[in-house]
């Protein structure tokens, strides 16, 4: 498992994608465009996360981050933490305590709650020693005037692949609008998680960059070959409640959405033969494995979608895949 995926191992359920003024749920009467958040604000939420996710981390206890964390990013922390609190009672002897510095914050406009901001930060978990410069954003939702800030959305991606923010003259972003999309950009960001797990399952609809999260992955699984085993592999959408995609437009006239999905992996063994089951999916078995294993895994995707009819060449009007953080969640034996 990556460093990333470690650190990964809700949100109302009246919320889509949109986050701009049209198709928004009001509460509480509020009518007004309003930021998603100070500046204040935005950095406490980082500066308390980041606190839980440590204590989190050192004793391995999602008790410690739960009201802090949400949505896929959620699900993936608090599994992982479940599964190597199981193996490590005592705690992680290798916690390195995260730090996030170089810290910019982007807040779009919007009616109502819930609200949400993304930040854009520098971690001192590059891969190779620092070597491979790494960005990464963090998306933090609040439900409610006093609900607390909680991570949603967690991606790193290469500091090119950041691009500039349609933003007004306060600075405020655009959210990505919940309805005319289909007029303006090259696949609709409320459809996300639906497009893609339909074409990781059946290459159509084919809106995707090649690259290894979406052709790469599928010629991957077709693929799959063990002597006296067979895998199976569903794929559903998750784009609701706590799960929705989140979206910013693009000053280039495209957008950044963040979305979810889940995906399951099945091994069936031939008589004699029985699934590996390592520590990892130990800890969140249930049931008991005789010739079958089930993984269930939720996944968090960050997307770039062009403007319609932008770009040529293969990858023209294609979304392309930046960022996919998976992780196990739970595991059915029989």
Known sequence: MTRLGRLAAGLAAATALSMGASGCVTVHGELEVLPGATKSEAARALEDFTAAYNAADKAYDPA??????????????????????????????????????????????????????????????????????????????????????????????????????????????????????????????????????????????????????????????ENTRRAGFSYQYVDRALDDGAFAPLGLMTKDGGALVFFSSKHFERQTAAEGLRPTVTADVEALLTGEVKSTLTKERVSSQLVYIPERGAGDGEAAGKARVLNRLPGLVAAQGS
């Open 64 to 221: 410690l981050d739960e009201d802090r964390v949400t949505g896929s990013l959620g699900a993936i922390n608090q599994a992982g933490l479940k599964a190597r609190r199981k193996s490590s009672p005592e705690g992680n002897a290798a916690h390195k305590p995260l730090e996030l510095t170089d810290v910019s914050f982007v807040i779009p406009k919007k009616v109502g709650w819930p609200r949400w901001f993304l930040a854009d930060t520098d971690s001192n978990r590059d891969e190779d020693g620092g070597k491979l410069d790494t960005r990464w954003l963090l998306v933090f939702v609040r439900t409610g005037p006093e609900a607390p800030w909680k991570a949603a959305y967690l991606a790193a991606v290469n500091p090119s692949q950041v691009p500039e923010f349609r933003t007004d003259a306060d600075g405020l972003a655009e959210p990505v609008p919940s309805a005319g999309t289909d007029e303006v950009l090259a696949t609709a960001p409320a459809e996300l998680s639906r497009t893609y797990t339909e074409y990781l399952e059946k290459g159509a609809p084919d809106v995707f960059a090649p690259g290894s999260t979406t052709s790469g992955w599928r010629e991957a699984r």
